[in-house]
């Protein structure tokens, strides 16, 4: 079973703190789709004969897409790939981009998952990010699929805004649990380079806010959606019993994934390889039959490196007789060496086979993460 993720790299305006690849100028939109289905039938060979379990459209914003363009994506998938096992096809969506119409044409299409990007609840703070909608055309957004039946919702929420106030978070999160929706993906901002947030941060024009203040509200989230009935599933996401995400758990516990359009990544356990970040080249690349990709065969540092990244940013952790199984003793006198320090600090804990972040761990994960690493 493979999961397929197509990027849409277009949008309306650029978010202040977004670096995800995508091009405000949609010109280039009939052709990239066409593109995109080239892609999806010259590429199938990556995934082998594995059947199509989850479908994926991120960004950028999907919600672009018109009628006609779903119609050719989801036909060309139809006759390339045995969809038969099919589980789970999720859309991102932009709140904007959510009307009547709108959804009515979704509804032609099997999708069976939303997610809506929402970030916060605070106007000022949606303003501060130069997001296109307010807390209201939001929480609109996610009523008009509710009564449309769709009963797979997910929201991204973004948290630690430049001196934000954590009772505008809780006013975020109360918000969130009036919505009965069923997962919830809550990030930590992070000040990615060329972004406009970054170069206010460093004309200190903003500030971020400290360590202790995040750590503070990292509990405030988990501790109320657990609350709440929510399964803390993977470092930055919650989902109702039996609502976690298919797609990504795909990427997080080593399954095959292809992915289509500019800068999508994909995986097939011997190499990762890229689609070049730029809408042009992509084009170019795809309309002359000539690769739109780097390719990297994996070593078995690589595997391991990545089973560990994957593993420990899940509930579950990673499993140490699978350490051993895999990749073999010396992996595993490794990492019990590596994890000593973590064990004396309370970050790391092993329960029966399973290596796990603790509570504490999981707001460190980067580093802790990176000392148990293989290098060559
Ligand atoms: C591909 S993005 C956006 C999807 C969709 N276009 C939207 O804007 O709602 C997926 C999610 O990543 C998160 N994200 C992107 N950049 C981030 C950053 N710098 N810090 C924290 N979260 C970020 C946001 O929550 C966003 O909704
Ligand atoms: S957050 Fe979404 S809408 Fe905003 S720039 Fe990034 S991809 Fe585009």
Redesign the pocket.
Known sequence: MAGIYIHIPF?KSR?A????FSSTHLSYKSKLVACLCKELISEKHYIGNETVETIYF????PSLLEENDFKLIFDTIQATYDTSNCVEITI?V?PDDVTNDFVSMLKKFPFNRIS??I?SFINNELKLINRRHTSEQAINAVQLFQRNDYENISV???YGYPSQDINNLSTSIDKLLKMKIQHI?A??????KG?VLHQKLINNEIQAVDEETSLEMFHLITSELTKNGFLHYEISNFAKNGFESKHNSSYWNGKKYLGIGPSAHSYNNTSRKWNVASITSYIKAIETQSPCYEIEQLSLNDKYNDYIITSLRTLQGCSLTNIKTEFGEIYLKNCLLNITKHLNNNTLQIDSDSLKLTPKGIFLSDGIIADLLAVD
């Open positions: 949008c978010c703190y977004c670096d995800f991120g960004g950028g914003t991102e932009n809506i990007g970030q991204d929420l973004i993906s990030y930590h901002l992070t000040y990615e972004t």
